[in-house]
């Protein structure tokens, strides 16, 4: 069952502009992840925004949350070449103990230098 | 720095093996996960660990089974390949509390073909 799903599926931007992402979901979270994949590597952990949080900032990075919509973005401000891999956000519900997180199919990101 | 290491990064066996992923952990979390991702699905939960000798199913356990003896060492085993699972497996460990999630960490995954 797939929680999160990303949007775009695909982006691609100059280097230097901002870059958006956007998860939706579907049922009553505790927090929200999102994680970054570079090409045929393991994911690495980004950010981390709880259900009573509306915002959060981590260096480039803002992530927003909108629990009555239930959706979140992820802006990457003035992206670079090296920001270009896969965003996947990730939901755990309310109803699996905390130990399930389910993660969407992801959005490509391509900066061009 | 958390270190998830996996065996192996490419494996190759043919149909009917079987087949042993091995995924080992240093910073002592309690909980450990085996996901497998292939294009367009994301990452699938397979199955979960949350302590030594505990484990339980995913959303895609079919033709898979887990051995976690020790805390730091969570094993994905296929009893007999089939080319359908074909794909990249990754391994990620966390903190573990009841109903409270924290970041993953992960291994550089294992890319397995079944020929």
């Known amino acids: 069952s797939q929680q999160g799903e990303e949007d775009p599926q695909a982006l691609s931007i100059q280097e230097g502009e901002n870059a958006t992402m956007n998860c939706s979901y579907k049922?009553?979270?505790?927090?929200l992840q999102w994680y970054r994949q570079n090409s045929g590597r393991g994911l690495v952990h980004l950010i981390l925004?709880?259900?009573?949080?509306r915002e959060k900032h981590s260096g480039r990075l803002r992530v927003t949350l909108d629990t009555s919509k239930k959706s979140s973005s992820l802006l990457i401000t003035a992206s670079r070449a090296a920001d270009t891999a896969s965003y996947f956000c990730?939901?755990?519900?309310?109803?699996?103990?905390?130990?399930?997180?389910?993660f969407g199919a992801g959005t490509r990101l391509f900066v061009k230098a | 720095d958390v270190k998830v290491t996996q065996s192996s990064r490419y494996l190759v066996k043919r149909t009917g093996e079987k087949v042993f992923l091995e995924c080992v952990q240093d910073?002592?979390?309690?909980?450990m996960f085996w996901y497998r991702q292939d294009p367009g699905l994301g990452l699938r939960l397979i199955y979960f660990?949350?302590?030594?000798?505990?484990?339980e199913k995913g959303d895609i356990p079919e033709g898979y089974s887990v051995s976690r003896e020790k805390k730091e060492r969570f094993s994905l085993i296929l009893e007999s390949a089939s080319t359908n699972q074909t794909s990249m497996y990754l391994c990620?460990?966390?903190?573990?509390?009841?109903?409270?999630?924290?970041?993953?960490?992960f291994g550089p995954g294992t890319r397995l073909t079944v020929t």
């Open positions: 049922t009553s979270i505790n927090n």
């Open positions: 990620a460990s966390s903190l573990g509390l009841a109903g409270v999630s924290y970041e993953q960490y």
């Open positions: 990730a939901t755990d519900g309310r109803n699996t103990g905390g130990f399930k997180t389910i």
């Open positions: 910073m002592d979390h309690e909980n």
């Open positions: 660990s949350y302590d030594v000798k505990m484990k």
């Open positions: 925004i709880r259900s009573n949080e």
